[in-house]
């Protein structure tokens, strides 16, 4: 494309767009969609890895207490943690003080729990492990030889919870890469046919350009330019949108769930860029196969 016919190819865009605005603005708004749809879900997506990821960087364990455990075992037992390497007591909560944390963390539901007749909640230890060395410790074994321990009711680590998120994750990342080609099919579904219905609506001008000697990338290039402008604005109003739902969210997400979320965070900026760009190339890709059937490319 020579340079000095760029303005009126990209005016002719324009017409096109100004033409047929109810059918631009119908498939910008529902492309818009399909790429909020798929941006929640990485969203979604990359926050829960970087918690899974945060969580395994250090092994910690809660070690619950049986009611009515007496003071001289709790300590034998808080010196026995204190003897394994690499293992840091972070926070010893009583039964009060539990029932304490868990109100806190509901938040306004917290009502529900008036009606009890008595604090179910155990007493624990809670223990992060930070080898000097580097290696962790086997956490089955700890497990194992603390819940043999008298007055230890169970032990929890948090490596157990992670590898039954990793398998969650997987079939996570398998639905994502589904979704997202259902929507980009779907996409490029709405451009190709928007395309169609600019290209009917001035196919009597485009046979009169081919008459008087136009050349097919001559005619072509507006529809191009076109859908890809279709792609530009569906890209940066879902990245718009989506921001704006994540400041919301970060704001209001004690408000909205009731308790306060782990560190909330948007997409980094390689996300945004290829939602960006996918949103542009589907915008030209769906142009290339509506002219298909009327020119020979």
């Given at each position: 494309?020579?340079?000095?016919?760029?303005?009126?190819f990209?005016?002719?865009?324009?017409?096109?767009v100004?033409?047929?605005?109810l059918v631009?603005v119908v498939?910008?708004s529902?492309?818009?969609?399909?790429?909020?749809?798929?941006?929640t879900?990485?969203?979604?997506f990359?926050?829960?890895?970087?918690?899974?990821?945060?969580?395994?960087?250090?092994l910690?364990?809660?070690?619950?207490?049986?009611?009515g455990?007496?003071?001289?075992?709790?300590?034998?037992?808080?010196s026995?943690?204190?003897?394994?390497?690499g293992?840091h007591?972070?926070?010893?909560i009583?039964k009060?003080q539990?029932?304490?944390?868990?109100k806190?963390?509901?938040g306004?539901?917290?009502?529900?729990l008036?009606?009890?007749?008595r604090?179910?909640?155990?007493a624990?230890?809670?223990v992060?492990f930070?080898?000097s060395?580097?290696e962790?410790?086997d956490?089955e074994k700890l497990?194992k030889?603390?819940?043999a321990?008298?007055?230890?009711?169970e032990?929890?680590?948090s490596?157990?919870?992670?590898?039954?998120?990793e398998?969650?994750?997987?079939?996570?990342?398998?639905?994502?890469?589904?979704?997202?080609?259902?929507?980009g099919l779907?996409?490029?579904?709405?451009?190709?046919?928007?395309?169609?219905?600019?290209?009917y609506?001035?196919?009597?001008e485009?046979e009169?350009?081919?008459?008087v000697?136009?050349?097919?990338?001559?005619?072509?290039?507006?529809?191009?330019?076109?859908?890809?402008?279709?792609?530009?604005?569906?890209?940066m109003?879902?990245?718009?949108v989506l921001?704006?739902g994540?400041?919301?969210?970060?704001?209001?997400?004690?408000d909205?769930?009731?308790?306060?979320?782990?560190?909330?965070?948007?997409i980094?900026?390689?996300?945004?860029?290829?939602i960006?760009?996918?949103?542009?190339?589907l915008g030209?890709?769906?142009s290339?196969?509506?002219?298909?059937?009327?020119?020979?490319?």
């Amino acid at each position: 494309m020579k340079l000095r016919l760029a303005p009126y190819f990209i005016r002719q865009a324009i017409q096109n767009v100004r033409k047929n605005w109810l059918v631009h603005v119908v498939g910008v708004s529902t492309m818009v969609i399909s790429f909020l749809i798929f941006g929640t879900f990485l969203l979604l997506f990359y926050n829960l890895d970087s918690w899974i990821h945060g969580w395994g960087d250090t092994l910690s364990m809660s070690i619950y207490l049986e009611d009515g455990i007496d003071r001289g075992t709790r300590e034998k037992l808080v010196s026995l943690i204190r003897e394994i390497p690499g293992a840091h007591i972070e926070r010893t909560i009583t039964k009060k003080q539990a029932f304490i944390d868990l109100k806190r963390a509901l938040g306004r539901e917290a009502s529900v729990l008036e009606g009890l007749p008595r604090n179910p909640l155990p007493a624990s230890i809670e223990v992060a492990f930070h080898p000097s060395g580097g290696e962790k410790p086997d956490p089955e074994k700890l497990r194992k030889k603390l819940e043999a321990f008298t007055g230890v009711a169970e032990v929890q680590y948090s490596e157990e919870w992670l590898n039954r998120f990793e398998g969650l994750m997987k079939v996570f990342r398998l639905a994502g890469l589904i979704i997202g080609g259902l929507l980009g099919l779907g996409v490029l579904f709405i451009v190709t046919n928007t395309i169609k219905l600019t290209i009917y609506s001035r196919q009597e001008e485009i046979e009169i350009m081919k008459l008087v000697g136009a050349t097919d990338w001559f005619v072509k290039t507006p529809f191009l330019l076109e859908g890809s402008m279709q792609g530009i604005v569906s890209g940066m109003l879902s990245v718009l949108v989506l921001y704006s739902g994540y400041l919301i969210l970060s704001v209001k997400k004690a408000d909205i769930f009731g308790f306060a979320l782990l560190d909330f965070v948007f997409i980094p900026n390689s996300y945004t860029l290829t939602i960006f760009v996918v949103s542009v190339a589907l915008g030209l890709l769906g142009s290339f196969i509506a002219l298909g059937r009327f020119f020979r490319l």
